[in-house]
């Protein structure tokens, strides 16, 4: 079940507040001079279907509340990255009235990727090491679920 | 007797890359009304703006939108070389000319992916989206960033491309011309896609002009609006002619589009081979004064920055209409009557940039 998982993630994109430029670099990873694929995965619509989350761009307060809706609907295990140095820590909109910073101030973030916008090849090294995590949290997951059945 | 319901359309949805919420009224399968709700994506960087140094803001106009950043780079240098009294080199216009084409090419490829993947024809999007790398490839050999480029400066470029360059560049032109004809045929003659797009989310000639339509929305609707017709910078220099269609349903955007690829190619084109010699950036100093409003073609339609100079290197006031804006109004009015399996299709045709509407 573990090896499944880290052979197939699926990956959702959410937008919280960026440019697009971290947007259609996202999307210009699961094309085929990219292509995503080659790792087993692939972008899925569906919070309650997805692995990994990826967010770009930093929270509002609207996309706050959104942004958590997603993650909470998303199953466990699971994995958040932040793409970008707006998602990291506010980037060139730092100043704003609107923003609250980084992602990591709405949910828990699990890798971090810097550059405005990051290349491609920085968005599938941040999915590839998002699946190292998520093997990681699914093997600790059967560990907790084995103690708690045997306990 | 039918109910009537309101389904949430967004802001997390797979059909779009940027929140925007629709509140969709619907009876039975029909929808009545549209109410949209906006904000996801407001960062306020028009008061950001004003609190920067005016040299410094070009990052920030970049980032308005990283699809069309180019040409806000663009038109704000303009406002600032307009308040200075800088005259542009020949030359740096004219590869502002050039880099602003490959921005429409590439957002326009973008969308014609999204677009196809809205009804359905994955392996379309995959297609459009492979020709865009191409015109990437050439934003990163001459700028320097595959989409933000940072490549437009105050008094002109801060790149140049030497003459190996230049020719290399017409050749990939021309090559992502070829690749382009290959995979355009089915927006214009495949069978389901004019099932799912003719006749869908229609804006008559009317609806359009009293609404304020902009853009591919505007000229799919048989009206030659463009305001690149206003010859700014060197495009009084080029042949130049709008693309137009009649029609106004999404079939008409989605050929408009395809045909302004083309276009853009051709200007592309045309600029590189009549490059004039010279400096490529003219130095600058002095205070900014007054104020300006500077109009230019975005790859979505018509955009209009209004700058205020302040005291000490800063703006007093910064304001940004973008194309979007403008044409969400004609997108409450294509919406009512057209079926719910419709509506991604109709939302994407005006091609919302969100990030570029609520900054």
Known sequence: MNLSRARSPWVLHYDASSCNGCDIETVACMTPLYDIERFGAISIGCPKHADILLVTGTINHKSLRVLRNIY???????????????????????????????????????????????????????IVMGVEKLKKKGKEGLAGSAEASSG | MSFRTIIPFGPQHPVFPEPIQLKLAVEDEKVVEAIPGLGYVHRGLEKGAELNDYVKNIYLAERVCGICSFIHSWTYCSCIETLLQVEVPPRAEFLRLVFSELSRVHSHL???????????????????????????????????????LSTCTIGGMRKDLDEDMRRAFIKEVAEIRRDFQQIMTPFFEDYSIKKRTVGIGVLTKEDAQ??????????????????????????????????????????????????????????????????????IKTNFRGKLNGEVFQRMEQPRGEMLYYVKAGSNRSLDRFRIRTPTFANIPPLLKMLPGCDLADVPVIVLSIDPCISCAER
């Not at chain 1, 923003?99 to 990591?104: F, I, K, P, Q, S």
């Not at chain 2, 992916?113 to 379309?124: M, R, T």
């Not at chain 2, 609404?211 to 042949?239: F, I, N």
Request: net charge negative.
């Open chain 1, 72 to 126: 909470e609907q998303m199953t466990e295990p699971k994995v958040v990255a932040a793409i970008g140095i707006c998602a990291t820590s506010g980037g060139v909109f730092h100043q704003s009235y609107n923003l609250l910073g980084g992602v990591d101030k709405a949910i828990p973030v699990d890798v971090y990727i810097s550059g405005c916008p990051p290349r491609p090849e920085a968005i599938i090294d941040a």
């Open chain 2, 110 to 148: 973008l969308w014609l992916g999204l677009y196809a993947d809205a009804f359905g024809f994955e392996s379309l999007f995959m297609q459009c989206w492979r020709v865009r790398e191409r015109s990437l490839d050439m934003q990163e050999a001459g700028g320097g960033g595959r989409v933000i």
């Open chain 2, 210 to 279: 009293s609404l304020g339509a902009v853009g591919p929305v505007l000229r799919a609707s048989g009206v030659a609006g463009d305001t690149r017709l206003l010859g700014y910078g060197p495009y009084r220099e080029v042949d130049f002619e709008p693309v137009v269609e009649a029609g106004g349903d999404c079939h008409s955007r989605g050929k408009v589009r395809v045909r302004e690829v083309l276009r853009a190619l051709d200007l592309i084109t045309q600029a590189l081979e009549r490059l004039p010699e010279g400096e």
